[in-house]
């Protein structure tokens, strides 16, 4: 069964680092989300990214980040200076057509910011 | 925009009782997907079932049963024979069939089953 790749698994960076999550989405799908889940806490929606651009975004979704795919492929999460409230498990996402109704979530990447 | 709610933050269920998680939601689409998702303590999230806004019978993928009721727009999780393998954080999640299909999530129910 095809699966979307996250890495790092886990990350630990200071506060004021950048760091930039990655996430292979299956080849076919379309649709393309960022997730935040804080520590046995809610999920919660980040960005979704359509055609090369993004579609929509949630108020947690300000400055500070920022997603891109780059090279076809890979789609990528940028925080630009973290903070310690940035700290949570990050899930990528991903759609495929109607056909195929139905979400892949990747495995996460755990943020650990110190 | 979608609200999901689930009212109960945690429950105990006896192996191989049924248990009922409860999921309401609110929104003003037409069509949409109703989805249910288990989050056990090693983080990964896990897809249950899925409910279309049109589809007349009640979903069920083995143990697990949707209770769908579009008028009080509620999708309960039905789980039956729980198992010590159950054990875990239950999230239900909506999302409209237009714009960008942004699935939006409760704040989930965990589930705690004892020998």
């Known amino acids: 069964e095809p699966e979307v790749t996250q890495t790092p698994s886990h990350q630990v960076t200071q506060m004021g680092q950048e760091v930039i999550l990655r996430c292979v989405p299956i080849?076919?799908?379309?649709?393309f989300y960022w997730y935040r889940q804080i520590l046995g806490q809610k999920v919660e929606f980040l960005v979704s990214?359509?055609?090369?651009?993004?579609?929509?975004k949630s108020e947690i979704f300000d400055d500070q980040f920022s997603v891109e795919r780059p090279d076809g492929s890979n789609f990528t999460l940028k925080i630009r200076s973290t903070k310690l409230e940035d700290s949570a498990m990050y899930f990528c996402?991903?759609?495929?057509?109607?056909?195929?109704?139905?979400?892949?979530f990747g495995s996460g990447t755990r943020l650990t910011v110190v | 925009a979608q609200k999901i709610t689930q009212t109960q933050p945690g429950m105990f269920v006896q192996e191989k009782e049924a248990v009922t998680l409860d999921c309401t939601y609110d929104?003003?689409?037409?069509?949409?997907?109703l989805f249910w998702y288990k989050q056990p303590s090693s983080g990964e999230m896990i897809f249950l079932i899925y409910?279309?806004?049109?589809?007349?019978q009640n979903a069920t993928e083995g143990r697990y049963s949707l209770n769908f009721q579009k008028a009080r727009k509620s999708a309960n999780l039905v789980i039956s024979a729980s198992q010590l393998g159950d054990s875990a954080m239950y999230f239900c999640?909506?999302?409209?069939?237009?714009?960008?299909?942004?699935?939006?999530f409760g704040a989930g129910t965990t589930v705690t089953v004892r020998a």
């Open positions: 990214f359509y055609n090369n651009e993004i579609s929509e």
């Open positions: 929104t003003s689409d037409q069509s949409y997907g």
């Open positions: 080849s076919n799908h379309l649709y």
């Open positions: 409910q279309g806004s049109y589809d007349e």
């Open positions: 999640a909506m999302s409209p069939f237009s714009t960008d299909y942004k699935l939006s």
């Open positions: 996402a991903t759609l495929g057509t109607m056909s195929n109704y139905g979400y892949t």
